[in-house]
């Protein structure tokens, strides 16, 4: 790792998504560059994610022959933001997101692949069944070297033993069918061994995928650009002189100043960790609920802070301050309690949700941010916001629940450690779980006479091409629905959490944080999650925070060099 310089043209905060590719983009136009953060791990949010980029309009959808139009994005994106729609920032994105994935695939380690995923409400208009969705390719993290080590791992809840998935869906439909089919097999056997192998030499799995394989992508890039990504080093307030925002002050190690010849970049990835934020901007956490975000916990809020410090306020505005995530609380080892994001179970057939009354309040196969808009909307009476995941023994056995994994892995230490709810009858599984008995009676009463032809008056699973992408599809008539009634019945606890803060700093189009007046703050910039998202709450398509993301970075560091994108 470099030393710390007392000087560079762009001091960039955070080494997540929006602070790599911003200080990528500038570097590769000439620019001096160093990255601060002040966790001892690089990659932020972005390690733990997907690692999908939601694009429309990409060279590798075009490739595929996949028709999409500036005009369908537009009017797809203008009714997701509604009121939060903003025209010069939409157009500034349907511009330059595809110009940034050629860059990148240009110029650096970063590649992605086209990735199979509807946007999330494919049949309003101007939506599409697949293209606007790239995952980055799957990476050797042995290319970072002896860097590997300051690598953010996987988020420990979403993988197996450390092995990591690919977030396109195919690898996981391996995993699912490995007893019942002989080439998954023999598949998720070759996976494990390569896996043991890695964990015996380096400790880590190091065949990444997902949103570890592109911080990994990024990282490598910067270090060959000679951008030093300076961890353990916090950020403890900005430097302003004359009105001008100069550089900042580090608590920690070496030079305490970095001053910055252009700008600062504040990159710290929101605030999913500001207690005394949340309870402003989250309507659960406001009414004294709990959340639990499975974000890196140093996501505190550091950056809008800064910000404050030179004159600008952070308002709450949007409708979802935040991309909600419906998690369950894991018991590990030592006494820790891990996170664990409902990203898959919630589509397989014969698993529901209710609440604590034991009616069914949404579509579970609907997008991880719909489904947890529905449950704080179901609790907005009061009461603690939470929900019951049911299934009974079968959909157990095939797909799991939450952390619980599917056969032949026994469920026995779940239900131990009250991860899991276990009941002979529904009635018993009702009282373990503190649902309401005769509720949960007739929910799956009403629930299995329709599940049995595969439909869902009620809710209208299966509908959509998003919610059979993640559904099962070799159960038919409907890959999402079937009946809950082979005994013991199971029950999981889901309470609210997120991706990240939707909510963040005002900027004009290419990340200059504003004024009060509407004025951009000289030297300061702010990109990734501590900028406002210019979805305005809403959750259209996989990717739909990496994406702006990344392309507001480039257009970030684009600006900084004086150079057109």
Known sequence: MRERPAECDVLVIGSGAGGLSTAITARKHGLDVAVTEKDKFFGGTMAYSGGVLWIPGNAHAARAGLPDSRDAARSYLRQEAGNCYAEDVVEAFLDAGPRMIEFFERETDVRFLLSNYPDYHPDRPGGVPKGR?????????????KELRRLRPPL????????????????????FRATRSLTSALYVARRLASHIKDLALYRRGVQVTSGNALA????????????????????????????RVVGARFSSGGQKEIRARRAVVLACGGFPHDAARLAVAYPHVARGGRHVSPTPPGNTGDGIRLAETAGRRCEIRYPNAAAWMPVSEVPLAKGRVGV??????????????????????????ESYHDVGAAMIADNAQ???????????????RKYGLGFAKPAPVPTGRYVRSGYLKRGGTLSELAQAAGIDPAGLAATVEGFNRDAERGEDPAFGRGRSAFNRFLGDPDHKPNPTVAPIRKAPFYALKLVMGDLGTFDGLSTDVVG???????EPIEGLYAVGNDRASMMGGSYPGAGITLGPIMTFGYLAGCHLAGREP
């Open 216 to 243: 990994a992508r990024l990282a490598r890039t910067a270090f060959d650009l000679d951008i030093p990504i300076l961890t353990e080093t916090p950020a403890e307030g900005l430097i302003v002189e004359g009105g």
């Open 512 to 518: 200059r944080v504003l004024s009060a007046e509407g």
């Open 156 to 175: 420990e809840t979403i993988t197996f033993i450390g092995m990591m998935f690919n977030s396109s869906n195919e690898d996981l439909k391996h995993f």
């Open 133 to 145: 969705s790239l995952t980055a390719m799957p990476y050797d993290a042995r290319r970072l070297g």
């Open 340 to 365: 664990f994001p409902h990203l898959v179970d919630r589509y397989k057939p014969g698993v529901i949700a209710v609440n604590r009354a034991g009616r069914r309040f949404t579509n579970e196969s």
């Open 382 to 396: 009061g009461g603690p916001t939470e929900a019951w995941l049911i299934c009974d023994h079968a959909a157990m």
